[in-house]
């Protein structure tokens, strides 16, 4: 599939994929004979997961680091799981920090809650 046919599927504007393969993203998106890339359902797949990690708040230049990883091969897996382990205890803090600040967001929408049923006996 082409840029345009790729962003459409993967939910990304053409010119985000092409920033994405120019500074390496991608590792090497085959091109036709005119210059135009053409995408796979790897890359896919591999966009799918550099979107989850992005979501889930992974800076771009560490996503860089392990795509670098994964074009280096089947060598580089201990040092892809550990940079995703360190992610994830990131990640995990971060929804914990997450789930307090709702915790006191709901007691005081409970709070407030009250306080008109109670004007409203009144």
Excluded: C
């Excluded at 998106?29 to 796979?40: C, K, M, Q, S, Y």
């Excluded at 550990?82 to 971060?94: F, Q």
């Amino acid at each position: 599939m082409n840029v345009k046919q790729f962003a459409e599927r993967v939910g990304l504007s053409a010119h985000t994929i092409r920033y994405y393969d120019k500074i390496g993203l991608f590792g090497g998106v085959a091109r036709l004979d005119n210059g135009h890339r053409i995408f796979t359902e790897q890359e896919v797949g591999w966009i799918a997961f550099v979107q989850r990690l992005k979501e889930t708040g992974m800076p771009l230049n560490q996503i860089l680091v392990y795509a670098a990883l994964r074009a280096t091969g089947d060598g580089t897996m201990r040092e892809r799981q550990k940079l995703l382990e360190k992610h994830a205890a990131v990640l995990k803090s971060t929804i914990e920090q997450q789930q307090q600040h709702l915790e006191k967001l709901n007691e005081k929408i409970a709070f407030y809650a009250n306080a008109k049923t109670r004007q409203n006996m009144a």
